[in-house]
Every structure is written in structure tokens, then in C-alpha cells.
């Protein structure tokens, strides 16, 4: 199965700082979504996108689905402790297909 | 409450000695699966379910079974675990395998074969 490519992998950032990650695909897709998961726990669903170059927002969250439908961005903004996690990236080439989950990006938030 | 329920949560168990994780939801979802997640390496999928008796492989499905005799319980079973198999394994949900459908991850398993 694909595998999206996802970076970086590992971020140490101080608090108050912003973060930016990205995920890559060889195919095109039709839904791009973004997980956190906090340790010790299962992932869980932070955005959905849906329509390429759709910009969407959920609170210090802001991800993007690419105009290219081969990409997508995650920011985080103003980091606090409480983001420190792994956070991926998962997409769907068509509608009744399965997700492929990209490899994780760990964030340590440095307070 | 609506959740994806695994059991046990920790596990350590030896060379060829049968398990079985068990998986739950309560949210009356179609869809089921198995992952295992690696340093490195993301979520994998090991095995899916579209409905009930309605199984298939995903990406890593050697090793494993699975079975899905109720919409509720998709357990996965290790009939001879082997230490490349050690790993954390997570099962999710959704209503459907669709477009607008999100996957809904239980808490993990995470098992230790020596």
C-alpha cells in the first residue's frame, strides 16, 4: 500500500512558537485528514478537508488541502505544552477507498 | 458514551502462544479495522471490515486473523505471535468506508512478544 511522506518527523519547538507540517502524496486525493495523538492514547481526528485548496481552521489549528489534491499543510499557531503529540496526516484517493496514514510528526513543546 | 473499546490494553506474551486483542464500539458503525503503528513507520493496516462476515486484508495482514460475527466486536487474533510483531495495534471505526466518513480510534494495545 502507499505511503504518504510526511515531515518533518520530529519538531522541538518553545512555546508560544508556531508549527508548520506537510504531507505529500505520488496520487491524487479526495479527502486529506489531520490526527493528534496524545500519548498513551489513540489517534484523533483534528480536520477534515474535503475540496482542494479548502483552508479550514479549528481554533490555533489550520490546515489546508492542496490545489494540487497531491498535498496538505497543517499550522499550528501560538504553540502551548498541551500540543506535545504525533500528529498525522491521512488521505483518501476515492470515495470508497481505504485511508493511507502518513509516518507522524512528534511535537515537544519546549515551555 | 461513543467509543472504540480494545482489550487488554498492555500485553507481554512469548514466542508462539495464541492471542487475541478484542475490539468494541457502541456507535453502530459498518466499518472496522486493525493497525499497527511503528516508530518510523505511521499506521498500518493489517486487516478491514466493510460489515459483518465481510473481512479483508489491508497492507500487513501476515500473521494475523480476524473475524467479524457481529457489527460490534472485531477481535484480532495472533495465532503464533512472533517477536516482529511486537508493536502498538489500534482499532477504529467508522459508519461507512466513505469519503465523508472519519475513523474513530480505540485507546491501543500495545504488545510485547519475546
Known amino acids: 500500500g502507499q505511503q504518504l511522506n510526511q515531515s518533518p518527523q520530529s519538531m522541538f519547538i518553545q512555546e508560544g512558537e508556531d508549527v508548520s507540517m506537510n504531507c505529500t502524496s505520488s496520487?491524487?486525493?479526495?479527502?486529506w485528514l489531520w490526527y493528534k495523538q496524545d500519548p498513551g492514547e489513540g489517534p484523533v481526528l483534528l480536520i477534515a478537508?474535503?475540496?482542494?485548496?479548502e483552508l479550514t481552521s479549528n481554533g490555533r489549528l489550520t490546515a489546508q488541502f492542496g490545489i494540487t489534491r497531491k498535498d496538505s499543510f497543517l499550522n499550528i499557531s501560538a504553540s502551548i505544552p498541551s500540543d506535545v503529540g504525533i500528529y498525522f496526516c491521512?488521505?483518501?484517493?476515492?470515495?470508497?477507498?481505504?485511508?493511507?496514514f502518513g509516518e507522524g510528526t512528534q511535537l515537544t513543546v519546549n515551555p | 458514551e461513543a467509543q472504540v473499546t480494545q482489550n487488554p490494553r498492555y500485553l507481554i506474551t512469548v514466542t508462539g502462544k495464541k492471542l487475541t486483542v478484542t475490539c468494541s464500539q457502541n456507535?453502530?458503525?459498518?466499518?472496522m479495522s486493525w493497525y499497527r503503528q511503528d516508530p518510523g513507520l505511521g499506521l498500518r493496516q493489517i486487516y478491514y471490515?466493510?460489515?459483518?462476515?465481510?473481512?479483508d486484508k489491508g497492507d500487513v495482514p501476515e500473521g494475523y486473523k480476524v473475524s467479524r460475527k457481529e457489527k460490534r466486536n472485531f477481535p484480532l487474533i495472533l495465532e503464533s505471535p512472533s517477536p516482529n510483531q511486537t508493536s502498538l495495534y489500534f482499532c477504529?471505526?467508522?459508519?461507512?468506508?466513505?469519503?465523508?466518513?472519519?475513523?474513530?480510534f480505540g485507546a491501543g494495545s500495545r504488545l510485547t512478544v519475546l
Open positions: 477504529a471505526s467508522s459508519l461507512f468506508q466513505g469519503m465523508a466518513n472519519v475513523l474513530t
Open positions: 496520487s491524487i486525493f479526495n479527502t
Open positions: 478537508l474535503y475540496k482542494a485548496g
Open positions: 491521512a488521505g483518501r484517493e476515492t470515495s470508497g477507498s481505504r485511508l493511507t
Open positions: 456507535m453502530n458503525h459498518e466499518y
Open positions: 471490515s466493510m460489515n459483518v462476515e465481510v473481512t
